[in-house]
């Protein structure tokens, strides 16, 4: 009989490690009094959960975590709300797979 092992995706991404890059994140959410819609949507969408609202309402990232998916890249780089690079080589996201 064989038995079927089932992971959750908060599993498999648990094998993921990450290094920082200490005092260089390679997104940067632009100052702003009030988030737009994109941007308020990405404290929703991204799948690492960077994106946070602070006290005064406003979009703050911590981009330790990142998955380098690109989705905030879509949703706002062009808009010029967020700053998008990849991390310095040897920084950033270590995928493990299986
Ligand atoms: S690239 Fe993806 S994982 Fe990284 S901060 Fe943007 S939405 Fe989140």
Not at 13 to 26: A, E, I, K, T, W
Not at 29 to 49: I, K, Y
């Amino acid at each position: 009989m064989t038995v079927a092992v089932t992971l959750r995706v908060e599993e498999k991404l648990y094998q993921n490690r990450y290094l920082v890059d200490s005092g260089r994140p390679h997104i940067k959410v632009r100052p702003h009094a009030r988030p737009s819609a994109n941007l308020l949507g990405l404290t929703r969408v991204c799948p690492a959960q960077c994106y946070e609202l602070n006290d005064q309402g406003q979009v703050e990232i911590t981009a330790d975590g990142c998955m380098e998916c690109g989705t905030c890249r879509v949703l706002c780089e062009a808009s010029g709300e967020i700053e998008w690079n990849y991390p310095r080589g040897g920084f950033g996201i270590l995928f493990k797979f299986g």
